[in-house]
């Protein structure tokens, strides 16, 4: 049987990983994969969740089934906290999926369903997974434009001229913030703007939200998300909890849907359910009863809240600090754009070559696109690595 199959390309972002941990040199930096690190290059379990996972082992009596869409304090609980009142909940539907790609797999197959072979449009350049995503679900994909490598800014008239055109049966695949891989994101007059050429043209928002809170603020970040939906009459939302809870490796997500009215959300959220069941058949709860618990006490969710502050003002920190560094060497200012993104991510706009030659020079890893982690940059060799990406893009 197997001997029909040609080898699959592998991932680049997981595939650098492996490149990195089997690199010896002491020196190594690792800005490569998108996970939080700390002042020691680790990515620690938060406190909080800690806490709230001592909690679950003490309190909990069963491991039985939780039903097809999970964890249900837990999907209300992530609806207050991405959609607030921004949109009428009887028209919102959610269930808990593995994971923000898990979420984004279930919810492509769930606009399948609804229109076999249709286009998801999605910004230039995006995650490298969602193209993946989308095809083996069936639909097709397709780019808009989105960044500008003079600026390394959002190109956003030609976006919006893009926008503009699309139509009913097209889907327009948005990062609710804090853009994976390039760092710009559009400002809250930018997503209004883009709200209304949605409510125009009727094309379907799906919001990928897998940094809230990383940008500027749990409720800055949410802007484009409540925004969009409170426009339409229908949205997809892909949340994650990998990255504001640290719980990567739980595969903590949730597919959102909001249809035109109670009926049609029952409708399409049977679908989905059946998309579900027919996969994977519930998704795994540990990750989504810690967030549960974390966000239904007060304090628990406090020191959430003043971890995840941390967490997102050491990356603006790290970003001014390399932006310095750089304008400083080079009397330039072309890479103080690293200052201007925000959340995990800075798209460099360097040469493959270049890339390549930071890897194996100075031990410097990022993806082959010159996205680099910002979480990654130690902050005691700051100037090391500015030298290093002067002398090598010289
Ligand atoms: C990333 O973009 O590095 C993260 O979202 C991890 C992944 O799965 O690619």
């Known amino acids: 049987m197997f001997e029909t199959l040609s080898k699959a390309p592998g991932d680049k972002i997981l595939a650098l990983m492996g490149e990195y941990a089997a690199d010896p040199r002491p020196t190594k930096i690792d800005l490569g994969v998108g996970v939080y690190k700390d002042e020691q290059g680790t990515t620690p379990i938060m406190t909080s969740v800690k806490k709230a996972e001592q909690q679950i082992l003490s309190s909990g009596k069963t491991k039985t089934y939780l039903g097809i869409s999970g964890n249900k304090g837990y999907g209300a609980a992530v609806l207050d906290l991405a959609l607030a009142d921004s949109v009428d909940r009887s028209r919102v539907r959610i269930a808990q999926a593995p994971g923000g790609t898990g979420s984004l797999w279930v919810l492509m197959q769930l606009v399948n369903r609804a229109r076999p072979g249709a286009t998801v449009w999605v910004s230039d350049p995006t995650w490298p997974n969602h193209n993946p995503i989308a095809e083996n679900s069936g639909l097709t994909v397709k780019t808009y434009p989105y960044f500008d490598t003079e600026t390394r800014g959002v190109k956003f008239a030609e976006m919006l ?62 802007y ?171």
């Open 161 to 222: 001229a893009a926008l503009d055109k699309l139509g009913k049966d097209d889907v327009v695949l948005l990062h609710g913030c804090c853009h994976n891989p390039t760092g710009a994101n559009l400002t809250p007059d930018q997503w209004d703007k883009v709200a209304a050429s949605l409510a125009r043209s009727g094309a379907l928002p799906f919001i990928d939200l897998a940094y809230l809170g990383f940008g500027d603020g749990l409720l800055e970040d949410a």
């Open 224 to 394: 484009g998300t409540r925004k969009v939906i409170s426009s339409v009459p229908e949205a997809l939302i892909a949340f994650s909890g990998s990255k504001n809870f640290g719980l990567y490796r739980e595969r903590v997500g949730a597919a959102i849907l909001i249809a035109r009215d109670a009926a049609q959300a029952d409708t399409a959220y049977s679908q989905l359910l059946n998309i579900i069941r027919g996969a994977y058949s519930q998704p795994p709860d540990h990750g989504a009863e810690i967030i549960r618990v974390i966000l239904e006490d007060p304090q628990l969710r406090a020191e959430w809240e003043a971890e995840l502050n941390a967490m997102r003002g050491r990356m603006i920190r790290l970003r001014e600090k390399l932006s310095e560094a750089i304008r400083q060497r080079s009397n330039s200012k072309d890479f103080d754009f690293i200052a201007a993104h925000r959340g995990m991510f800075s798209l460099l706009g360097l040469e493959n070559s270049v890339v390549e030659h930071l890897k194996a020079a100075n031990g410097i890893y990022m993806i082959g696109d010159s996205r680099i982690n910002v979480a990654g940059i130690p902050e005691d060799r700051v100037g090391e690595l500015a030298d290093a990406l002067l002398a090598a893009i010289k």
